[in-house]
């Protein structure tokens, strides 16, 4: 990806108003003198129909693979079971971990709310409830699986402090609900406290997330680069381009340590399709961050200020326009491509530093944590739809004794067993927590085989475990509200 050599992308036309858009983008791109070989690949609908589940066949992965780059018009997701969402597919698929959304208004040229808006949210791209990992465990009960790692919180707090520096942005803001989840939110925050010591030319503060996205929502101008974990960021960055005014504008970046993926953070519009009418705004601005992620920095700089001059003259496609005159998809592509080389008046003008490099998290994040892992205790959860809290709770403690001790028992994370309300509603889902009864002898993975075969000896169905384990002594579990 040297600066003067071209630089090989995949490109997919997508569905709906897709095509319109991308040839509106390559257009600009082409005259714009974006060194770049675009090679098309078929994702999408059509993909779908024809029997391959996640939209994209095993040719598509190859060239993705090839060339690590990909500009992509948004696809239409058929609706339905059994198909898979390509975007996640994508994202996990090439470690793309990193999803950067700009949100920018343009008053006074485009209607929002809000005049002086300028942020990046960074969103972790791979992990939290996106695992995908749920299981329904009881006639009553569902359960998702929120998982957040040591490395995944490094790389994607790393990377916002990164992208910070490197484009003059003076803070960074994490949200967590870790007054909550204190694990998992809690690494998170943990995490950016520790890599933001390492920045100290960089503003930090932390938000629990639900006033952190209310602050947002109001003061905006207060935030400038926002890092949190998938599904809030998710929310956030949706929440952010709507109040910026422009859902249709924003485009987002997608980065891995090999690949990186760019594109309009809208959908296909199929309603729209065909018409000539959509606005490319998004998908040029998902260009311009595809530029800077290959170097071509100058190029992006120059779209970038042809496009404000053009929002700044009021050419406007007719979801901007609302009511006055407007231009279609390509003829918008043709004012932008009039003014390459010129600058906004009244709109601040973007200027890129010609030396930045595109940003690598090594992957082998070094784990300097080895932590003594021990075996402590199990929480077994049991399915149960007949008998109260304390008929468990004694026909338990009855069925483990003399060689464990029942501890508590919750349900739905409220403890019901010992003490407990009758107020507290109750499903058929419990979760047992058993600890050797004498505090001397270990817990071993034969003592809790021997547990199940008790409880099951007992009647009783259980459903899955979830064992206890301290960390150098320190209880790597939660204790359970109501303790
Ligand atoms: P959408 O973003 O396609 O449309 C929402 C609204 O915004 C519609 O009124 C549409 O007309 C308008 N709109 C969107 N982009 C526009 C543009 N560039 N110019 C003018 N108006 C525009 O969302 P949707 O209707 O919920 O989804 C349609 C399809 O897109 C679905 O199949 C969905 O799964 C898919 N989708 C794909 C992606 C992607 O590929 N990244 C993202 C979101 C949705």
Not at 151 to 165: D, M, T, V
Not at 244 to 258: F, K, M, P, R, Y
């Amino acid at each position: 990806m040297v600066s003067n050599e071209q630089c090989r992308i995949t490109v997919a036309r997508g569905d709906g108003i897709g095509p319109e858009i991308m040839e509106a983008a390559l257009h600009i791109l082409t005259e714009a003198g974006a060194r770049i070989r675009p090679e098309f690949i078929e994702i999408g609908e059509r993909v779908y129909s024809s029997g391959h589940t996640s939209g994209i066949t095993p040719e598509s992965w190859a060239i993705l693979r090839r060339n690590k780059i990909f500009f992509k018009a948004p696809i239409t997701t058929p609706q339905g079971g059994g198909f898979k969402s390509l975007n996640v597919t994508v994202r996990k698929t090439l470690g793309l971990y990193a999803n950067v959304r700009p949100a920018v208004s343009y008053h006074p040229f485009i209607k929002n709310k809000h005049s002086n808006m300028n942020i990046i949210i960074v969103r972790e791209n791979e992990e939290d409830l996106y695992a995908g990992i749920e299981h329904r465990q009881t006639n009553q009960v569902y359960q998702c699986l929120k998982l957040i790692t040591r490395p995944g919180c490094e790389k994607i707090i790393r990377f916002a402090f990164e992208h910070a520096r490197r484009y003059g942005r003076k803070k960074v803001s994490c949200f967590t609900k870790d007054n909550i989840m204190k694990l998992t939110d809690g690494l998170f925050h943990k995490v950016f406290n520790e890599i933001g010591e390492l920045y100290s030319d960089i503003e930090k503060e932390h938000w629990i997330v639900d006033i952190g996205i209310a602050k947002l929502a109001d003061t905006p101008e207060m935030f400038d680069v926002l890092v949190m974990p998938n599904l809030y960021g998710d929310i956030a960055s949706d929440m952010a381009a709507q109040i910026a005014g422009s859902v249709g504008l924003s485009g987002s970046a997608n980065i891995g340590t090999e690949c990186a993926m760019f594109e309009a953070i809208h959908g296909s519009a199929p309603r729209r399709a065909g018409k000539g009418i959509a606005n490319p705004s998004g998908l040029i601005h998902a260009a311009i961050l595809m530029l800077l992620h290959i170097g071509q920095n100058a190029v992006a700089e120059r779209i970038h200020n042809a496009w404000l001059k053009t929002i700044e003259d009021g050419i406007y496609t007719y979801d901007i326009a609302k009511g006055q005159a407007s231009v279609g998809t390509m003829e918008f592509a043709y004012k932008i491509v009039e003014r390459l080389g010129e600058k906004p008046t009244t709109l601040k003008p973007v200027s890129y530093p010609q030396s930045i490099t595109p940003i690598t998290i090594s992957t082998s994040v070094e784990i300097t944590i080895r932590e003594k892992q021990q075996l402590i205790g199990t929480d077994v959860f049991i399915r149960n739809d007949t008998i109260s809290a304390s008929e468990l709770g004694q026909q338990l403690t009855q069925a483990v004794k003399p060689e464990f001790q029942l501890i508590m028992i919750t349900n739905r994370g409220i403890k019901v067993y010992p003490g407990g309300f009758p107020e507290t509603f109750c499903t058929d889902h419990w979760r047992c927590r058993f600890q050797m009864a004498d505090e001397t002898s270990k817990c071993t993975p034969q003592a809790i085989r021997n547990l199940l075969e008790l409880i099951e000896g007992a009647g009783l169905f259980w459903i899955k475990l979830e064992n206890l384990y301290t960390f150098d002594g320190k209880p790597g579990f939660s204790l359970g509200q109501g303790q």
